[in-house]
């Protein structure tokens, strides 16, 4: 894994958690729009509520989005740990900006007060600091 990837991870879970998040919105903006049966009488198809079936999907759904909120601290906490092994404080703060905050290439330029080009420069340095310190992991990690 390049050190761009291990970075990228927390957003990719980031963004998978913001579309569980529409998926449950439509489907309580569904269910609320439903009615359940009021009487005993059998009301053709299956017989299943759909209501109940929408809170049963919604209910699961919730608890994908439990999960994957875990998957994503653990994430962004392992990632944040890796930035700050990082010895140059730029470099920190450019990937603490953009793998941790999501901001632009050009928000960091403004924040940092540097132009574009830089930015992106100090962004393959940074990214050879972060190699070295998964390198080092994996040396470590090595029976």
């Known amino acids: 894994?390049?050190?761009?990837?291990?970075?990228?991870?927390?957003?990719?879970?980031?963004?998978?958690?913001?579309?569980m998040l529409e998926e449950r919105a439509q489907l309580w903006a569904l269910a609320t729009k439903m009615s359940s049966p009021l009487t005993g009488m059998p009301h053709g198809g299956s017989g299943?509520?759909?209501?109940?079936?929408?809170?049963?999907?919604?209910i699961l759904l919730e608890h994908d989005i439990d999960d994957m909120i875990g998957s994503f601290v653990d994430t962004r906490?392992?990632?944040?740990?890796?930035i700050?092994?990082?010895?140059?404080g730029r470099y920190r703060l450019l990937l603490h900006?953009?793998?941790?905050?999501?901001?632009?290439?050009?928000?960091i330029g403004n924040r940092m007060n540097y132009d574009l080009r830089w930015v992106h420069r100090l962004h393959g340095h940074a990214l050879l600091a972060v190699q070295s310190i998964l390198d080092k992991r994996a040396v470590m990690n090595t029976p």
Do not use: F, N
Request: aromatic fraction near 6%; proline fraction near 4%; charge should be negative.
């Open 84 to 88: 700050a092994q990082v010895e140059d």
């Open 77 to 82: 906490d392992e990632i944040t740990a890796a």
């Open 97 to 107: 900006c953009r793998y941790i905050l999501g901001l632009s290439w050009e928000d």
């Open 1 to 19: 894994m390049t050190p761009k990837q291990y970075l990228s991870r927390a957003r990719g879970i980031d963004r998978r958690i913001g579309a």
């Open 48 to 58: 299943a509520d759909p209501l109940a079936h929408s809170v049963e999907r919604i």
